[in-house]
């Protein structure tokens, strides 16, 4: 059967392709994008305590640490939020972030995780981060890249102790809800 | 690849109207526009780079989500194919459909090929699936791509009209429980559980268990029961491990043992001129391990290995048989100097196929080997606008010997919002076991010498070890706008140039009629397809697919008449419309509507096949259903389907299955996640 060679022929091609290697940087700049469009997503369908929701003013949408967006946060200043203007904030130190309604926590403060957590308890703080295992230490949302495709884990239980509340349909769509 | 899971990805992307994705703006953020769920569709790592600028695949992709096969309230995988356009799915009884792409419909549809997680579900013994046979927890498929059009290039042989692949997700997408019960009229129930979880920070699994009871139909006759109650059992596992952020494995099976009833019409036995009808069991067993495992070599490197062993047995009144099949296939991508991705790939399959002899089939036991090759290559003539891919499959079976199935395919990007694409493929479907070196008993006559009655003379469809492969020469074009950010079109048309198709040739043995394969008809078949999506509000959606098919097909004068081709060019609709809307009426409460119109086509008189077709009316389908989620882990369904009537014929089936009117069927549903 003279199929043979010809699989033969292939196959030794195909692993001469293989001893070629160079290596190509990830897109961050396209990941971060989509990210910063989650924030907004994330802010939608949340329910803060009525006081907050009541408070005429900015939503405020802070950065701690590096930030990883660069311009793609910049077109969130046009949106709003429960008919409020929202307000980009970055900051280094933790200490500022409890005028925050939601806060992206960058892989930055990875060492300073309990201090943002401990600081953020017991108020209606959206914490996100793409920190792995953000959420089971007590984060309100954490980022997952599932196959390529971003998705995330919601801290419900924590969420509810802070007075938060999100939609059914955010719910739905999370990877996981603890 | 360009319809590879990871590309397909993407092509779901653009089905679900998110266009903007590859669109690259520099100053804003386009993102921001979009919904979540558009968000989780697309991808942002290296891999998804390439599988993004491929969004747009050159190719008739339209893809089922998970989300559409929920809210359709479907309960089988066939019946879900009818929300894609270009394809027919009629539905003959509770258990057997004709399911086809773009022409020659048929309980033996053979132009059609059918992968689940890229095990071959094609039956080589009559070039066909086993619809029934094709289950698998509806809840854990992904999506089901549905490629019209030659498929050859990528996936080998029988892809002459399309590819479905239906994928399951992954098993770190099944944590948790799933348990589901449904009951209906007409015997119809439904019981479902899925347990999956990790097992270790790198590895997930699954295990389900599923049991269906299909509700009986009517026979069209004298409207008495149609006997045609079906009852799959099956249980499977997944496990996906990801050892590195770039290695990834599955490994899965599944087994099912799947029983029920029917009316086999016209069963020829003795040597009765005339068919009797018998009242059979229905017995497929079968199962699977498949293995996959997946290595990124960066520079937009990868190889993909994967396996499996299938064996599947089927004993009823007509056919008796079991196949073992172990495939083998190497997959490599890599990108060649920054504008080119180049895909290559090499294949085994060793196919084992054991027969009983029944009244109505004769097969001989086989043994038969597949060698094959592929190479594909995508090339970027101008950035981020036009893209040319050509690729060929060379295969060496053992009916035919070597086949080529190359395929040249343009992608221009004209403006961010549209896309446009053509191509020119040809693909061959290679015989079948029965058309080489089968027979199969269609009916029996009284033989006469004048008018002195001499016996009685059988008419057989004879194989012929001459047969050759069909052969389509097929020409496409598309194009995919997206007009608003909530309104998106995708149009497709095509030429198809047949040759070589199969038909059976009459000679006379003695008494008997020896109807041989030969491959006598040549023709086309042309088209359009047409799907639209449109999101009014965040609560509304709707979903329109529209094919239309005009077909000729002519036999060759010296080998028989007309009416062999002019029935297969009628036994599909010529027009074809789905309407599907989804209500979000309250934060817990969702109203779907599916609406389905089929022309009308011709049925064949399967105890006289040489007589006249029978003309099947159109009809009008409309399914609905309601969910109520009062909790998240709840979820509750009543569901209607063909609500509008109390049954039709949706199609004769050629011979086995007596007419048989689809009856209305309503069924309620609970399903519990936790």
Known sequence: MHAKPFITALLTALFLFLGTSLSKADSPELEYKVKAAFLLNFAKFTAWPLPAENTPGPFTLCVLGTDPFGQSLDGLAEKQINGNNIEIRRTASSAAIGQCRLVFVSKSEQADLQKVLRLTAGHPIVTVSDMEGFAAAGGTIEFKNKEGRLSFIINNTKARMNGLRFSSSLLTLALEVL | ?674
């Open chain 2, 1 to 674: 690849m360009f319809f590879s899971k990871k590309k397909a990805t993407a092509a779901a992307l653009v089905c679900s109207g998110c266009f903007q994705a590859a669109v690259a703006a520099s100053e804003t953020n386009e993102y921001l526009e979009l919904d979540l769920s558009q968000l989780m569709n697309i991808t942002v790592t290296s891999v998804a780079k390439k599988e993004q600028r491929l969004s747009d695949a050159a190719a008739a992709v339209f893809v089922i989500t998970q989300e559409d096969i929920r809210r359709s309230g479907v309960t089988t995988i066939a019946d879900a194919l009818a929300m894609a356009p270009g394809i027919q799915v009629a539905k003959i009884s509770a258990s057997k459909w004709s399911v086809s792409s773009r022409g020659f419909a048929g309980y033996t549809s053979n132009k059609l090929l059918v992968l689940m997680d890229g095990r071959s579900v094609y039956s080589p013994a009559y070039s066909g699936v086993f619809w029934d046979a094709q289950n698998t927890l509806l809840e854990d498929i992904d999506r089901i791509e549905v490629i019209r059009g030659p498929g050859g290039t990528l996936w080998g042989a029988n892809a002459v009209n399309g590819v479905i692949n239906i994928i399951t997700k992954n098993a770190t997408e099944t944590k948790g429980t799933l348990v589901r019960a449904s009951a209906g009229n007409g015997g119809a129930m439904s019981t479902a559980a899925r347990y999956g979880g990790a097992l270790s920070d790198t590895i997930s699994g699954r295990l389900y268990l599923t049991y269906d009871r299909s509700m009986s139909n009517a026979l069209k006759e004298n409207g008495e029961d149609a006997n045609d109650t079906w009852k799959p059992l099956q249980t499977g596992f997944r496990l996906d491990g990801e050892p590195a952020g770039n290695k990834e494995w599955t490994l899965q099976g599944d087994l099912y043992d799947n029983g029920g009833d029917q009316w086999v019409f016209p069963h020829w036995t003795g040597d009765s001129p005339l068919p009797s009808i018998r009242d059979d069991a229905l017995d497929a067993k079968g199962g699977n391990l498949l293995g996959r495992w997946r290595q990124e070599l960066g520079n937009d490197r990868a190889l993909t290995f994967k396996a499996y062993y299938d064996f599947n047995k089927r004993s009823d009144a007509v056919f008796n048989l079991a196949f073992d099949t172990i495939d083998l296939d190497l997959q490599y991508e890599t990108a060649l100097g920054g504008r080119q991705n180049l895909t290559m790939g090499a294949g085994y399959r060793s196919i084992t196929g054991d027969f009983d002899e029944t009244f109505q089939v004769y097969l001989p036991d086989r043994s038969d080997e597949l060698h094959s090759a592929f190479l594909q290559d995508e090339i970027n003539l101008v950035a981020d606008r036009l893209w040319l891919t050509l690729g060929s499959k060379y295969e060496h079976n053992d009916y035919t010997g070597s086949e080529w199935q190359p395929s040249a395919r343009i992608l221009w990007k004209p403006a961010d919002r549209h896309s446009l694409w053509t191509s020119v493929a040809r693909a061959v479907r290679t015989p079948a076991i029965v058309e080489q070196h089968g027979r199969v008993l269609m009916g029996r006559y009284p033989a006469s010498l004048g008018t002195t009655p001499i016996g009685i003379g059988d008419i057989n469809f004879t194989g012929n070890p001459d047969f050759d492969s069909e052969i389509v020469t097929a020409y496409e074009a598309g194009h995919r706008w997206q007009a608003t950010d909530t309104l998106s079109f995708d149009l497709a048309l095509f030429y198809n140039d047949y040759d070589e198709i199969y038909t059976a040739q009459p000679v006379q043995s003695g008494l008997d009629i020896d109807s041989v394969f030969v491959n006598a008809q040549s023709g086309s078949g042309r088209g359009v397809e047409l799907a639209a999506d449109w999101k009014p509000r965040s609560w509304l959606s709707f979903a329109l697919a529209y094919s239309h098919l005009e077909m000729d097909l002519t036999t060759d004068a010296a080998v028989g008449s007309q009416a062999g081709s002019d029935w297969v060019t009628k036994a599909s609709p010529r027009h074809q419309v789905s309407l599907r809307s989804s209500i979000a009426l309250a934060e817990n409460w969702r109203l779907n509507l599916w609406l389905r119109h089929v022309d009308t086509i011709s049925g064949r008189n399967s105890t006289n096949l040489l007589g006249d077709s029978r003309l099947l009316d159109a009809y009008t389908l409309l399914d609905a259903n309601l969910i109520w989620t009062p909790f998240r882990e709840l979820e509750v369904m009543l569901a209607g389907q063909n609500l509008l009537d109390d049954g039709q014929v949706r199609y004769l089936s050629e011979y086995q299955t007596p007419a048989t009117e689809i009856e209305r069927g309503v069924y309620g549903k609970v399903t519990w996640r936790f």
